[in-house]
Nanobody, 122 residues
């Protein structure tokens, strides 16, 4: 059992930065694949960043070079640093976790946060 609590969302101007945090409790944080997803109005949920158990990372093309996923194992927290934000980044952002690599590859995470709103003004 894992509980994920997100924070850090808010309103930011285009070109600005924001850091999202996702604090995990329950089973060992470091044994999970962690992901960040977002869903904008009228759009499907999409994966934006993934951190694997090995600490390797991957990013959606739309955010590559601008977003960075990281984790602090001591704090059981995963972060999404978002730089050079664009209005099209506006969405509800969710963190997610699974201990199954193959489920993660399909976006089928076992645990989800409640979501945090990120709004980027132009």
């Amino acid at each position: 059992q894992v509980q994920l609590v997100e924070s850090g969302g808010g309103l930011v101007q285009a070109g600005g930065s924001l850091r999202l945090s996702c604090a995990a409790s329950g089973r060992t944080f470091s044994s999970f694949v962690m992901g960040w997803f977002r869903q904008a109005p009228g759009k499907e949920r999409e994966s934006v960043a993934t951190m694997y158990i090995s600490d390797s990372t991957s990013y959606a093309d739309s955010v590559k070079g601008r977003f960075t996923i990281s984790r602090d194992s001591a704090k059981n927290t995963v972060y999404l640093q978002m730089n050079s934000l664009k209005p099209e980044d506006t969405a509800v952002y969710y963190c997610a976790a699974t201990d199954n690599y193959y489920k993660a590859a399909k976006g089928q995470y076992d645990y989800w946060g409640q979501g945090t709103q990120v709004t980027v003004s132009s």
